[in-house]
């Protein structure tokens, strides 16, 4: 039987929670559900028991990257096929899930669920931050030489050869954590797919960061990135010579 | 004049030198780190007790202000030891946030074990063949 973990990064989420954890029992009971708390201050830690999921507790905030990899780490020892991601504010609608398992049982390592190839143009981001995305549109063209529309999505699903991957490697970072991973498991030779996915208004809580952070983000990444595409030119002219 | 003030560098560098090696017989700096400093300390020693050798020094290298050289070295030493440290800092974090996961991970654990649940990887023969598995161990390197 193929075994699916479903990995919950949260941060100060009680509040949203309980229905995320009761949609996903609905719509994906045959899933287990790992909660990552993030070093909530909140009752976090307490109401994913209640609502029947794995509780992992982290001593203080790490960051998304961290909380994920604890989840990678956690599915690999305890012998996960396959692990989703999804956010604990209610945004990812659970129902969906079985899109991004589909595209995994097809064979594919990475499926990142996208709020824009859905066609219907229901969800509106605000001028800046589709400049952003456009960026970083353009970044994955580049480095990666196809289009992912969007590679900030947290709503992904793993493989797992990649999910033994990242429980080494995932990035730490704001935004390397989606885009980098994505990047990372390109140079990696695994199989990316994105897929069109149905996306809800938030429930609660904040969008992670805010502008100027946001601009300092953005700017690491490319670096990081620029950095790491010229390693990898090496890397690969290294391995075609042996 | 001068030899007041060669007594006196002489006397600092040489209680720089006692602290440092203080500091690693009581175990409170790691040897490593002491090496750098105390050859910083025998350079400075060797420039307080010769008169004359930052000039000569100087003169070779054709920095005509003697002062010159020694903040062009300071410098420089100053700055390859921040990158070192920043290198040191960046290994440790990452250890650091290894080791945190690994906690959560293994408190997460003890709780299910000892709510008397069952854990996924329960049984022994499951937990050993996991242990015999190098790719399910802990990871402590990258």
């Known amino acids: 039987m193929t075994r699916t973990l479903v990995i919950i990064p949260a941060l100060n989420e009680e509040a949203t929670l309980p229905d995320v954890l009761r949609d996903l029992a609905t719509h994906a009971p045959e899933c287990d559900v790992l909660v990552v708390d993030d070093g909530s201050r909140d009752a976090t830690a307490e109401v994913a028991r209640a609502g029947g999921a794995y509780v992992v507790s982290l001593p203080f905030n790490m960051g998304v990257g961290t909380a994920l990899r604890t989840g990678f780490r956690y599915a690999v020892r305890n012998r996960y096929d396959r692990v989703v991601q999804t956010d604990a504010d209610g945004q990812h609608d659970p129902s969906q899930i079985s899109v991004l398992l589909g595209e995994l049982d097809a064979g594919n390592d990475l499926v990142i669920g996208s709020r824009f190839l859905a066609g219907d143009g229901h969800y509106h981001v605000e001028a800046s931050r589709g400049f952003a995305l456009s960026l970083l549109n353009l970044l994955t063209v580049l480095l990666m030489g196809r289009s992912i529309h969007d590679s900030t999505s947290g709503f992904r699903g793993f493989s797992r050869p990649l999910v033994e991957q990242f429980g080494t490697t995932y990035p730490r970072e704001f935004l390397s954590d989606t885009v980098e991973a994505l990047l990372m498991a390109s140079y990696g030779g695994f199989r990316i797919a994105e897929v069109p996915v149905k996306m809800r208004v938030r429930a609660g809580g904040e969008p992670s960061h805010k502008s100027l952070r946001l601009y300092y983000h953005y700017l690491r990444l490319l670096i990081v990135m620029g950095l790491t595409a010229s390693l990898r030119g090496r890397r690969s002219t290294r391995r075609l010579s042996q | ?142």
């Open chain 2, 1 to 142: 004049m001068n030899s007041t003030l060669q007594v006196l560098t002489t006397l600092v560098t040489l209680t720089f030198l006692g602290v440092i090696v203080r500091m690693v017989r009581a175990r409170q700096m790691r040897a490593k780190y002491s090496f750098l400093w105390m050859l910083v300390g025998a350079v400075f020693l060797v420039f307080s007790i010769v008169p004359g050798l930052l000039d000569k020094t100087a003169r070779a290298a054709g920095i005509l202000y003697a002062p010159a050289l020694l903040f062009l070295g300071a410098t420089l030493l100053l700055l390859f030891i921040a990158v070192h440290f920043s290198w040191e800092l960046s290994r440790i974090e990452e250890r650091s946030r290894t080791l945190t996961e690994e906690l959560a991970l293994a408190i997460a654990r003890i709780e299910q074990l000892e709510r008397g649940g069952v854990t996924h990887a329960s049984s022994s023969h499951e937990v050993a063949a996991r242990d015999a598995d190098p790719k399910l161990r802990a990871p402590l390197r990258r």
